[in-house]
């Protein structure tokens, strides 16, 4: 079974910086795309960002774009959320989630998900 175990979150200042991480269990990580999506108390899960299996090309959420990147480590089977300028309206609890497929672009294409780091942004 594929497990994801994301890591990095905490409280942070309007303004700072974070990175989160994702590790996947398995052999064939390359073979996944991988999704970033986050969930604030009350509210729907929503699309953050995703990147192709290939590492070439993300897509991006408006409220995120120009903030957050993404990146991947086929070599150690982890990919990185980078976030700047984190704004309070940051706040959740961000998922991973992959597919074996070539890209993620609707949370309903995801396969495996994992079970979400609270990041939290201070004004």
């Known amino acids: 079974q594929v497990q994801l175990v994301e890591s990095g979150g905490g409280l942070v200042q309007a303004g700072d910086s974070l990175r989160l991480s994702c590790a996947v269990s398995?052999?064939?990580?390359?073979?996944?795309?991988m999704g970033w999506f986050r969930q604030a108390a009350g509210k729907e899960r929503e699309f953050v960002l995703s990147?192709?299996?290939?590492?070439?090309?993300?897509y991006y959420a408006d409220s995120v774009k120009g903030r957050f990147t993404a990146s991947r480590d086929n070599a150690r089977n982890t990919v990185y959320l980078q976030m700047n300028s984190l704004k309070p309206e940051d706040t959740a609890v961000y998922y991973c989630?992959?597919?074996?497929?070539?890209?993620?672009?609707?949370?309903?294409?995801?396969?495996?998900w994992g079970k979400g780091t609270l990041v939290t942004v201070s004004s």
């Open positions: 989630a992959a597919a074996v497929r070539a890209a993620i672009t609707d949370y309903r294409q995801a396969e495996y």
């Open positions: 398995g052999r064939t990580f390359s073979t996944y795309a």
């Open positions: 990147i192709s299996r290939s590492g070439g090309f993300t």
